[in-house]
């Protein structure tokens, strides 16, 4: 089976600039995940869905950040405009329903210079 | 208040033999579940193992076994025959059922270094 899919897996790009990182969850999953990790801060989930509809976005750090899940395979974060402060490992998760594990692709590792 | 205290930031241990990660959570919710994931050097999140608060007996999976103290709100992980690749951060994580919310609450984590 194939896990949780997220691209590109580095990315690097100037202040300003527009980033947008993409998931694909594992197929039959009805819950996404995104979270961040950072040295400082630890994990943080940034916003979830549930059946393609954000349930929960208390976690994303401002205006900057946008998430959708267009549809139940597919789903982005976008940061406009980015800031060095972005950079950290953002990793994108998915479950089968409320009572079970998270299963977390490989991350994206954003640099902002 | 933090939910899910880690307080080991760095653990040692020669490879065979058995180590324990500290993890105690703070819910007031009945219905939770606690989680262990590891994250080695590669950066990859891997689930090792899950605990209910229903549960009655402790979960083991292979050589993972969470030593589960409800009164004390302790879920600690034990790795038995500790091998080299067992070298990382492992993190705590629980899930309360009752919130309203799928989320997973993370510590800080606990760097394991296994030594030949």
């Known amino acids: 089976d194939a896990g949780v899919i997220q691209s590109p897996r580095h990315e690097v790009t100037e202040m300003g600039q527009e980033v947008t990182l993409r998931c694909k969850p594992i197929?039959?999953?009805?819950?996404l995940f995104w979270y961040r990790q950072t040295m400082m801060r630890g994990l943080e989930l940034l916003i979830y869905?549930?059946?393609?509809?954000?349930?929960?976005d208390s976690g994303m750090p401002e205006d900057r950040f946008s998430a959708k899940m267009p549809n139940a395979s597919f789903s982005t974060l976008k940061i406009q405009p980015s800031e060095p402060r972005d950079s950290a490992v953002y990793f994108c998760?998915?479950?089968?329903?409320?009572?079970?594990?998270?299963?977390f692709g490989p991350g994206t590792r954003l640099t902002v210079t | 208040a933090q939910k899910i205290t880690q307080t080991q930031p760095g653990m040692f241990v020669q490879e065979k033999e058995a180590v324990t990660l500290d993890c105690t959570y703070d819910?007031?919710?009945?219905?939770?579940?606690l989680f262990w994931y590891k994250q080695p050097s590669s950066g990859e999140m891997i689930f090792l193992i899950y605990q209910g608060s229903y549960d009655q007996q402790n979960a083991t999976e292979g050589r993972y076994s969470l030593n589960f103290q409800k009164a004390r709100k302790s879920a600690n992980l034990v790795i038995s025959a500790s091998q080299l690749g067992d070298s990382a951060m492992y993190f705590c994580?629980?899930?309360?059922?009752?919130?309203?919310?799928?989320?997973?609450?993370f510590g800080k984590g606990t760097m394991l270094l296994v030594s030949p």
């Open positions: 819910t007031s919710d009945p219905s939770y579940g």
């Open positions: 869905f549930n059946n393609n509809v954000p349930i929960d």
């Open positions: 998760a998915s479950s089968r329903d409320n009572s079970y594990e998270q299963y």
């Open positions: 197929s039959g999953h009805d819950y």
């Open positions: 994580a629980m899930r309360e059922y009752n919130s309203g919310y799928s989320t997973l609450t």
